[in-house]
């Protein structure tokens, strides 16, 4: 027959400790590597990270995702929205609204750039995130 075959044995009484195999100690880290695409490829584009900008549940995935770059990224990350011509209100106070609250509306003008929003999407973004911070008590910050 045709083929290779392969055999081994697992000790069960033999302990593996996995820092000395390579499962133990990865050389790079789904979110280094994500940061280091994100921060090579001009930030993250919008419309690319989404499925619609209609949805809470989208914003609040692509919030996720960029809480947990932010630390990996030594420059401002670039949320891009290129190509993003219409968004709902939920959309912007989840993603850009939630994320000036937890960030702190300093942090968030120092580690998060706006780009190709066009000015209609601006001044509901300007909204959302004032009401946001508002109820969040946080609007004088």
């Known amino acids: 027959m045709p ?4 055999s081994f044995n697992l000790n069960p009484h033999h302990p593996v400790n996995l820092a000395d195999t390579f499962i133990g100690a990865p050389g ?4 280094e590597a994500e940061a280091f695409r994100v921060t090579e490829g001009g930030g993250l584009l919008v419309r690319s990270e989404v499925s619609n900008t209609g949805t809470r549940a989208t914003a609040r995935r692509l919030r996720n995702k960029i809480l947990n770059l932010l630390p990996d990224l030594a420059a401002p990350l670039e949320l891009n ?3 993003v011509e219409r968004t709902s209100s939920s959309f912007l ?6 994320l000036t609250a937890e960030l702190g509306p300093e942090d968030f003008r120092k580690r998060i ?3 190709n929003l066009s000015p209609r999407l601006l001044d509901m973004a300007n909204v959302v995130t004032a009401q946001r911070l508002e109820q969040e008590g946080k609007s004088d910050l």
């Open 3 to 6: 083929g290779t075959g392969v």
């Open 28 to 31: 790079y880290t789904y979110l």
């Open 81 to 83: 929205f290129e190509g």
């Open 93 to 98: 106070d989840e993603l850009l609204g939630r």
């Open 113 to 115: 750039r706006l780009i």
